[in-house]
C-alpha cells in the first residue's frame, strides 16, 4: 500500500503561482512513476504532468512553459510548480502513482489539494 499526501493548494489570483507537494509512503519511491492530474467541476479528470522514475517529465498542452514538475526521492515527494496561472487551472489536482510489484502494476490517489485561481 502506498500512501500520497498532497499539500500547497489554495487560493491565487490570476498570473500568481503556487508550489503543489506529494508526499508518498515507502520505501520504493525512486522506482514509483509520478502523475499530476486535475478535475474541474463539471469536466473529466485530466493529465497536467508525468514523471518517470528516471526524471523524464511530459506535460499537457494547456499547461506547457507554465508548470514544471519534479522529483527529490531523497524526501519521497514530488512537486507541481505553477505560474502564470490562470482561472481555468481551477480545479483539484491530485497525484498518481503507479508503483510495479511481483503481481503487477498498481495505481495509487492522494485525496487532492484545490486550486482555485480568481480573475
Known amino acids: 500500500q502506498v500512501r500520497l499526501v498532497e499539500s500547497g493548494g489554495g487560493l491565487v489570483q490570476a498570473g500568481g503561482s503556487l508550489r503543489l507537494s506529494c508526499a508518498a509512503s515507502?520505501?520504493?519511491?525512486?522506482?514509483?512513476?509520478m502523475g499530476w492530474y486535475r478535475q474541474a467541476p463539471g469536466k473529466q479528470r485530466e493529465l497536467v504532468a508525468a514523471?518517470?522514475?528516471?526524471?523524464?517529465?511530459n506535460y499537457a498542452d494547456s499547461v506547457k512553459g507554465r508548470v514544471t514538475i519534479s522529483r527529490d526521492n531523497a524526501q519521497n515527494t514530488v512537486y507541481l510548480q505553477m505560474s502564470s496561472l490562470r482561472p481555468e487551472d481551477t480545479a483539484v489536482y491530485s497525484c498518481?502513482?503507479?508503483?510495479?510489484?511481483?503481481?503487477?502494476?498498481?495505481?495509487?490517489w492522494g485525496q487532492g489539494t484545490q486550486v482555485t485561481v480568481s480573475s
Open positions: 514523471i518517470t522514475s528516471g526524471g523524464t517529465a
Open positions: 498518481k502513482a503507479v508503483v510495479s510489484f511481483r503481481s503487477g502494476r498498481y495505481s495509487y
Open positions: 515507502g520505501s520504493g519511491f525512486s522506482s514509483y512513476e
